[in-house]
């Protein structure tokens, strides 16, 4: 059973519209929770981080974390073609600091 | 550096010889990773090391892969004897003690013929 869990896509949303991505894990003791975005041909790069349940916003991104249900999402607002890439989900495990990849969600934005 | 470096950026070998690839971390992270992602794929993660010691190996696809860091720092990836499906990017990664934040290198894309 993975650890982490994405719908791989992918997920097409309208310019403009506001896309929506979602992860869940497995371990209740889980601290630490990032998303990422990797471009076609690129290196994952670190776009938001969330420890608390609740919301945190930065610019056009929000995450959100419901350490209850075991699920943290990302909520990009006025989505850009620019944005169109694969968005990766990580969680770091309370034993070990080791950090778990989601297998990643393809997002496509539509002019 | 201001980030994490990688090299070779790619790497062309023969089937049968052996590579290494290196990475040098954020200065002063403690935490290093490596990953190796093949085409059209996720991330799948290979080792971690915290300071000098790897806690988790567990990645490791065989024995042909080792990895050593020295110093708190430079880590190298060792792959022996290197197969066809060992194509792929290998990517590295560095987090601080100070915040979880990790960070990714530009990679090393390896091609074995």
């Known amino acids: 059973q993975k650890e982490v869990e994405q719908n791989s896509g992918p997920l097409s949303v309208p310019e403009g519209a506001i896309a929506s991505l979602n992860c869940t894990y497995s371990d209740r003791g889980s601290q630490s929770f990032f998303w990422y975005r990797q471009y076609s041909g690129k290196s994952p790069e670190l776009i938001m981080f969330i420890y608390s349940n609740g919301d945190k916003e930065d610019g056009r991104f929000t995450a959100q974390l419901n350490k209850a249900s075991q699920y943290v999402s990302l909520l990009i607002r006025d989505s850009q073609p620019s944005d169109s890439a694969t968005y990766l989900c990580?969680?770091?495990?309370?034993?070990?600091?080791?950090?778990?990849f989601g297998s990643g969600t393809r997002l496509s934005i539509r002019p | 550096g201001a980030g994490v470096s990688q090299s070779p950026s790619n790497k062309v070998t023969e089937k049968g010889k052996d590579v290494e690839l290196r990475c040098d971390p954020i200065s002063g992270h403690t935490a290093l990773y490596w990953y190796r992602q093949r085409l059209g794929q996720g991330l799948e993660f290979l080792i971690y090391f915290q300071g000098n010691s790897a806690p988790d190996k567990s990645g490791l696809p065989s024995d042909r892969f080792s990895a050593e860091r020295t110093g708190e720092s430079v880590s190298t990836l060792t792959i022996q004897r290197t197969q066809q499906e060992d194509s792929a990017v290998y990517l590295c990664?560095?987090?601080?003690?100070?915040?979880?934040?990790?960070?990714f290198g530009p990679g090393t894309r390896l091609t074995v013929l």
């Open positions: 990664a560095s987090r601080g003690l100070a915040n979880n934040e990790q960070f």
């Open positions: 990580a969680v770091i495990y309370s034993s070990a600091s080791k950090i778990i």
